[in-house]
């Protein structure tokens, strides 16, 4: 049996550019792994079965399933004899790209599984015959540094701070937000230039906290939004909406900071981590 830990993503920093021809967008950031996890068993099968928990098959199954026929045909398998079980930890459609990482982790996992010894060469042009978005998660290591929608590097910073993550009842869907964002012309790069980008080991620091220049408007609109972030900044060294999603995130230099915040807005939130 197989145990396999897809971790989630926060972001330091998002900046969303205005919409290309093909009526997508670019954006800047910077992916943190995040200690929040969903969890991925691969036990032998007399065929291939797929098991969820804690969530409906329709919002996984269909990226499943393509990620199963990708890695069939790239390696030319006929049948992939397998029990996968895929326990849903994190609440779903909050922004912390958890469908991405489940992807990239499950196709890493068959790899380990089916002894394949997949190298990242082969991972890159898997992802990005599923999904380009998931080479943001291809990386052994805890960032990934995104500049107009391009990985510039991947790194590893060390964040010495205490992590609090948030899940609002507040649960918009990301259409309504892009419609909002049309209605805005601006637009903000993130300073690259800040980070020796030649550099992997890399100790988080104030900063690297960059902008995020959609989350004045989303949290305009949301008062319950506003409310937390505000109850955020009153302790923390810096908080942020996680890019478009609705879950917040900040930083504490003490776990008694960390915890009296959450003591304060549990009443209020859906679900919370401090880590």
């Known amino acids: 049996m197989l145990q396999i830990k897809a971790y989630s993503k926060i972001n330091l920093g998002y900046s969303l550019q205005k919409k290309r021809q093909d009526d997508y967008r670019n954006f800047s950031s910077i992916h943190l792994k995040s ?10 099968g007399n065929q291939l079965e797929i098991i969820y928990h ?13 990620c199963i026929k990708v890695l069939k045909n790239y390696y030319i398998l006929n049948k992939i004899l397998a029990k996968i ?10 922004g912390l790209g958890t469908r991405a990482s489940i992807a990239v982790s499950l196709i890493k996992g ?37 500049l107009n929608g391009e990985v510039l590097n991947y790194l590893n910073i060390n964040n ?15 259409e309504l937000i892009n419609e909002l964002l049309d209605e805005k012309s601006e637009t903000a790069n993130i300073e690259i230039n800040k980070f020796d980008v030649f550099n992997q080991e890399l100790i988080l620091s104030q ?18 939004l506003k409310f937390l972030k ?5 302790l ?36 919370a981590e401090c880590y």
């Open 236 to 271: 923390a060294v810096f908080s942020s909406l996680n890019n478009k999603g609705s879950s917040l995130f900040a930083f504490y230099d003490d776990i008694n900071k960390c915890k009296e915040t959450l003591n304060k807005i549990n009443p209020i939130i859906y679900y």
């Open 54 to 66: 804690n969530i409906h098959s329709t919002f996984l199954d269909k990226l499943i399933q393509k």
């Open 110 to 146: 068959l790899g380990d599984f089916l002894q394949l010894e997949i190298g990242y060469g082969d991972l890159n042009d898997i992802s990005n015959i599923i999904h380009p978005e998931l080479e943001y998660f291809n990386s052994e290591l805890n960032a990934t540094l995104i």
């Open 207 to 224: 900063d690297m906290f960059l902008p995020n220049n959609v989350e004045n408007h989303i949290i305009g609109k949301y008062n319950e």
């Open 35 to 44: 200690m929040l996890y969903d969890e991925i068993i691969i036990e032998p």
């Open 160 to 174: 010495p701070y205490y992590t609090l993550v948030i899940f609002p009842k507040v649960n918009y869907e990301f």
């Open 230 to 234: 505000n109850s955020l900044n009153d």
């Open 85 to 94: 079980t895929i326990n849903k930890r994190i609440p779903i459609n909050y």
